[in-house]
Nanobody, 123 residues
Framework: QLQLVQSGGGLVQPGGSLRLSCAASGFTLESYAIGWFRQAPGKEREGVSCTTISGGNIDYADSVKGRFTISRDNAKNTVYLQMNSLKPEDTAVYYC????????????????WGLGTQVTVSS
């Protein structure tokens, strides 16, 4: 069974940093692109970034460019989202999701999902 196990998240002050982790269980990451998405209350799920099978990155949200960095460690079977200079508008539930071989901007294309983790940016 393909699973993504998320960790990290929590409450942080504006300007602070957090790192989210997304660990693959039941499969190896090499053939899967992993995307990070977020959903704020009352808003649609938004693509943040995606790591390709070759280790490249695609950023989908202009609002996070220069602040968020996605990375993968295939040896640990884990993908990370490093979030710096956090703002209150980054508050959302963050999800990682897997897709065979390629990244996609649309969340509906992803084949399996983590359960989500809450990130709250507030003073």
């Amino acid at each position: 069974q393909l699973q993504l196990v998320q960790s990290g998240g929590g409450l942080v002050q504006p300007g602070g940093s957090l790192r989210l982790s997304c660990a693959a269980s039941g499969f190896t990451l090499e053939s899967y692109a992993i995307g990070w998405f977020r959903q704020a209350p009352g808003k649609e799920r938004e693509g943040v970034s995606c790591t390709t099978i070759s280790g490249g990155n695609i950023d989908y949200a202009d609002s996070v460019k220069g602040r968020f960095t996605i990375s993968r460690d295939n040896a640990k079977n884990t993908v990370y989202l490093q979030m710096n200079s956090l703002k209150p508008e980054d508050t959302a539930v963050y999800y990682c999701a897997g897709l065979w071989l390629r990244c996609a901007a649309g969340f509906h294309e992803y084949q399996f999902w983590g359960l989500g983790t809450q990130v709250t940016v507030s003073s």
